[in-house]
């Protein structure tokens, strides 16, 4: 007899957090499709949330959990006590049961908190799991281990909105909720390839686009959305505080900033804007300078102005953040809406577009060394983990938990990464594949995925979803495993179900979550909650005050410093036909997902794109010669990537996607980061081209 059910859930991939449908048959998946009361889906989904589930009954899913033979033959006292509980699985691996897992890993991490104290551990990763899971990660960290240092993928991410947003206006988050787009009349989309990164976001900016021709896009190159675009702005690489300050100096110049809401909401304009004026790097006579975007000096005052005389809104993603000025980008944003009223209220305001389908959990949830849940101050502020790994290279830090986030694969200069991970004593991780640090773990423990458990998610717009399970698993759930070892090492932690952990969410957190119950988000999983969450919950945050100390928005003037591909082209040695001095960006597409532990196992996916392939101007083909090249700089080099000529791509520039680890494209990349929070520069590296 058939079983077949239809079950509300949420997207398993990014960070908008589409409502779904899931069609079950028999305990297996047959089709997703979005809930057509969805209020964020609005019965439309992307390739990956509707064939993007192949993933869960993959025969390559870790079942059972492994632990490496090179680490029982280090450890010999362990091996004596689980050797009758393992099983020969090949050459490398023993299985065993869960339990035996955790005997393992609470022995062995006993063992080094013993012998090298706690800050001898660190937790790395919650953003691909639930909040409960991310909650009790970061407790297991700073109070099972005694460690504070606990990070997640935001610091290859979104890090600098939070450090931007947080220092200028006292919240780190999305200011509106996304149907806010069709309240607002100008809308700016700065560093974000919406259309394939955040399909479902693109879907209302592009409706509105194309009724009100009312956007303006600003990148490196021409991405999908540009053909919807009044204005399409290409933007030298690593110049987007210049083109923010740019716009700023225009609004002050022309008096087109509001000086009731400066007056009454704000503090430190007038040295604001005398630091602006002053600064011949601000005016967008500058870009007159710059060969080849000498038409930034007219078309930047054009969006300044439509910008500041509107109701607008401001969208931006990692093409913002992962610079050495990626929070100082964030702060110039925040300016911009501070300087014109364009915040605290309908249809104006500012949308970071979240990576992760829970990173904004993972951060409100305190998997951030410098944060307790609930942006708290932790007891002791711990490492970010580009310090991390330099620890682990001293060998300070000796053990480390990760919880699904392949720091092997999606993290800058991985040859030295490769040599951390590798001066461990002991590396467990919580995974759903083999992926590449699962690969170097001691042990690996299979867990559940995002459609077989219960737990909230929270979206780039602070929405909470209580998500169920469109399946049944036997694996445990991230939060279990943990709660399993801090119980072997003596610990309290007492919860039997997920309820019972976001129930002292909720209380820890109640800042944000005290009105968060489960029988609330369950009632309310159409529309979903956006935090804080007390008897209500606050779709827009600043409508009367921001969340600074006085309640009043600031003004932090970071100047623009003439570097990299600016500074080539002010010194007259950027265009050429060399085969050195071309500069790569990277970022998705939108069939694969970061690295691609999940969409590379769903056939439909994996087959529309199973390669990283490299976008070249149509000026190099004649130079490269070649449809394969090798990428190089001082920290290593690519294998051979699939070339694509393209007049979407600038002279001298590149773009990549990084979804294959075979491709080796974060090998190339070294240990620049943003200035404040060590978010890796992804989006500007310059590089050799070896045609293969």
């Known amino acids: 007899m058939l079983d077949i059910q239809e079950i509300e859930s949420v997207c398993t991939y990014c960070g908008v957090g589409c409502d779904i449908i899931g069609v079950v048959e028999n305990n297996q998946i047959q089709k997703i499709y979005a809930h057509k009361e969805g209020v964020v889906s609005q019965g439309k989904l992307c390739i990956k949330g509707k064939s993007g589930y192949g993933f869960v009954n993959s025969p390559n899913r870790i079942n059972t959990p492994l632990v490496k033979k090179s680490f029982l033959q280090k450890n010999e006292q362990i091996f004596k006590i689980v050797k009758n509980n393992l099983k020969e699985c090949d050459e490398n691996y023993y299985s065993c049961d869960l339990d035996t897992a955790t005997t393992i890993a609470a022995m062995k991490l006993k063992e080094i908190k013993i012998n090298y104290g706690g800050k001898s551990f660190c937790a790395i990763g919650g953003a691909r799991t639930n909040c409960e899971s991310s909650y009790i990660l970061q407790k297991f960290c700073r109070t099972t281990m005694e460690s504070p240092h606990v990070d997640n993928c935001a610091r290859v991410c979104h890090s600098p909105s939070l450090k931007g947003m947080r220092t200028t206006i006292g919240e780190g988050a999305a200011t509106n909720p996304y149907n806010d787009i069709y309240e607002c009349e100008f809308m700016v989309v700065i560093g974000s390839n919406t259309v394939e990164a955040h399909p479902i976001i693109a879907n209302r900016i592009v409706d509105m686009a194309k009724t009100h021709n009312n956007l303006a896009i ?404 004649k130079i490269f010669k070649s449809d394969k090249v090798v990428l190089k700089t001082i920290y290593g080099q690519t294998e051979p990537l699939s070339v694509k000529y393209t007049d979407n791509i600038r002279e001298k520039t590149l773009f990549c996607t990084f979804h294959h680890a075979k491709s080796k494209i974060n090998h190339i990349f070294g240990d620049e980061c943003d200035e404040l929070i060590m978010a890796a520069k992804f989006k500007s590296l310059k590089v050799e081209v070896l045609p293969q």
């Open 218 to 621: 600003i990148d490196v190159r021409n991405t999908k959305m540009s053909k919807f675009s009044k204005q399409n702005c290409i933007i030298p690489y690593e110049a987007n505080l210049m083109i923010l300050n740019m716009m700023a100096y225009v609004i002050i110049d022309e008096e087109l900033y509001d000086e009731s809401f400066l007056k009454n909401r704000t503090k430190g304009f007038e040295e604001f804007k005398e630091k602006i004026l002053n600064d011949p790097q601000a005016n967008p006579q500058f870009a007159k300078n710059i060969k080849g975007y000498e038409y930034l000096s007219k078309q930047i005052p054009n969006i300044a102005r439509e910008y500041a005389v509107k109701k607008s809104m401001i969208f931006w993603g990692l093409g913002i953040t992962e610079h050495i000025d990626g929070s100082y980008a964030v702060m110039a944003i925040t300016h911009l809406a501070l300087m014109t009223g364009n915040i605290g209220k309908s249809g104006a305001g500012l949308m970071p577009l979240r990576g992760q389908n829970n990173v904004q959990g993972a951060c409100d949830m305190g998997c951030l060394p410098y944060f307790a849940p609930d942006y708290q101050k932790p007891e002791t502020v711990g490492l970010m983990t580009p310090q991390l790994i330099d620890e682990m290279i001293e060998g300070n830090i000796k053990a480390m938990i990760n919880v699904g986030e392949d720091i092997a694969h999606i993290h800058p200069n991985q040859n030295k990464i490769q040599k951390a991970l590798g001066n461990l004593e002991f590396l467990m991780v919580q995974e759903l594949f083999m992926t590449q640090v699962a690969q170097k773990a001691d042990l690996i423990i299979g867990v559940k995925s995002a459609y077989e458990k219960t737990g909230v998610y929270i979206n780039a717009m602070r929405r909470l979803h209580l998500s169920q399970p469109l399946v049944n698993s036997s694996l445990p759930d991230d939060w279990e495993v943990l709660k399993m070892i801090d119980n072997k090492m003596d610990g309290d932690f007492v919860y039997e179900t997920s309820e019972d952990v976001w129930e002292e969410v909720t209380q820890v957190a109640h800042r944000r979550f005290s009105g968060a119950k489960y029988y609330r988000l369950a009632r309310h999983r159409k529309r979903g909650m956006q935090w804080p969450i007390h008897h209500e919950d606050t779709p827009i945050l600043h409508l009367l005050d921001f969340r600074t100390d006085d309640g009043l928005g600031e003004f932090h003037y970071h100047k623009y410093q003439i570097r990299g591909m600016v500074e080539d082209i002010l010194k007259d040695n950027f265009y050429d036909n060399l085969l050195k001095g071309y500069y790569l960006t990277t970022g998705r597409t939108l069939v694969q997902y970061n690295n691609s532990a999940q969409t590379k196992e769903s056939p439909r996916l994996q087959d529309s794109y199973n390669e990283d392939i490299l976008l070249a101007p149509l000026q190099a083909e």
